[in-house]
């Protein structure tokens, strides 16, 4: 695997165009947002970006992750932004930590095993052993690696491969729940850009057409008070308070005919569920995130607290949702609902584990070049491989 950075102004242009320069199998490592422009972190495979067509390229940096002693070299960079700008935001040195720890992070998951890199011996089958090769190029951990290959049992053809191949899948993914109409309070928490707001005005309609329930949205964010757009839907009252005891005498007028949706920012999450969790023992939290999350980002909301479902957004995205089956392998959080657009006349949909699944068998099904039906070719001597 190898790692790129991309700067971009709009973060939605930023991972089209990283599906359109590194592929499917790209994956967004880490954001950071500075003043005028977005930093991405990229994981991707070099071999699947050769086969792409070259577009025009903006400001990067490249390192390779398997050479710790590569020197960090600047790519193409537009003519409109003098070198010493670009050197201002931001310094070799940040890039080169961000990568390492991305890359720490991807290998440490050993789940008790030996530091030392696990090996790969069979070497009877081909499609065994190219569907490994093709393993190792994915931004997934050592763990879950090790977790595919071994499912793996020895298949004759393309199609039985696949078909372990989702099995596996299916049973690192936790069964989904569906949302309970009669639950009166759900804490919709997730960052900046990945359709949280939507996502809360989407549910409470819902939940109020479903119910017959008057709905409110309670948007929090601790800062400089905004002006929130009503929605166009008349039964959904939204509310915006950036104060801690506002929000918690908010939630403390309970009434069994009204729905309440909290629109929480990731970054307000530490301070705000405390007091949510204080004052109401009935609220049910659930996670929203894009398919094409950022790794250490999804994992640092999934690992530091307690979530009743995940809600993923961007459904329809074109890139292959690897952080989205490490988070769900590692932290096993139901999924339960999502959407493919922000638009309010889109409704929410139910998600099961088989959504994720299948653009993963798409993947290695596009890469595998062994025949479907066909026996798998063995090879008399294959040579031990390390996965990284």
């Not at 903006?58 to 992750?65: G, K, P």
């Not at 961000?98 to 789940?111: M, Q």
């Amino acid at each position: 695997m190898r790692i790129a950075t991309l700067e971009t102004k709009l973060l939605k242009n930023g991972i089209k165009e990283i599906s359109e320069r590194y592929g499917p199998s790209a994956v967004i490592l880490r954001s950071s947002d500075c003043r005028e422009h977005s930093a991405l972190v990229i994981g991707y495979s070099e071999k699947e970006k050769r086969n792409l067509k070259t577009s025009t390229m903006r400001e990067s940096i490249e390192t390779d992750s398997d050479s710790s002693n590569r020197a960090l070299e600047v790519a193409e960079k537009s003519a409109e932004k003098p070198e010493k700008e670009f050197s201002e935001k931001r310094s070799f040195k940040d890039v080169g930590d961000i990568v390492k720890d991305e890359i720490a992070l991807l290998s440490s998951r050993n789940d008790g095993r030996s530091t030392k890199d696990l090996f790969y011996t069979e070497s009877n089958n081909f499609l065994k052993r190219e569907f490994f090769e093709i393993l190792q190029e994915t931004p997934t951990s050592r763990k879950l690696k090790t977790v595919l290959l071994q499912s793996l049992t020895s298949p004759q053809n393309k199609l039985e491969l696949l078909d372990q191949l989702k099995k596996a899948i299916l049973a690192e993914i936790p069964k989904p729940v569906q949302i309970d109409p009669s639950d009166p309070l759900h804490i919709i928490a997730g960052g900046y850009g990945v359709g949280k707001s939507s996502i809360a005005l989407k549910m409470a309609t819902q939940l109020s057409e479903a119910t017959g329930k008057k709905a409110s949205v309670i948007c929090f964010e601790e800062g400089e008070q905004k002006s929130v757009k009503q929605p166009p839907q008349t039964n959904v009252k939204t509310l915006f308070t950036n104060n801690l005891d506002e929000l918690a005498e908010l939630l403390k007028r309970r009434t069994s005919k009204e729905i309440i949706i909290v629109d929480l920012a990731a970054r307000n999450a530490p301070s705000g569920l405390k007091v949510i969790r204080r004052v109401r023992s009935d609220a049910k939290f659930h996670l929203v995130a894009p398919t094409d999350s950022c790794i250490s980002s999804l994992r640092d909301n999934c690992k530091n607290h307690l979530w009743e479902s995940l809600i993923f957004t961007r459904l329809d995205s074109t890139s292959t949702p690897w952080a989205a089956l490490e988070a769900l392998s590692e932290f096993k959080i139901p999924l339960s609902i999502g959407s493919a657009s922000d638009k309010m006349d889109k409704e929410l949909v139910l998600v099961s584990g088989n959504n994720i699944a299948q653009r993963l068998i798409e993947y290695f099904d596009h890469h595998i070049t062994a025949p479907e039906k066909g026996m798998a070719t063995n090879a008399s001597i294959m040579p031990d491989a390390a996965v990284h």
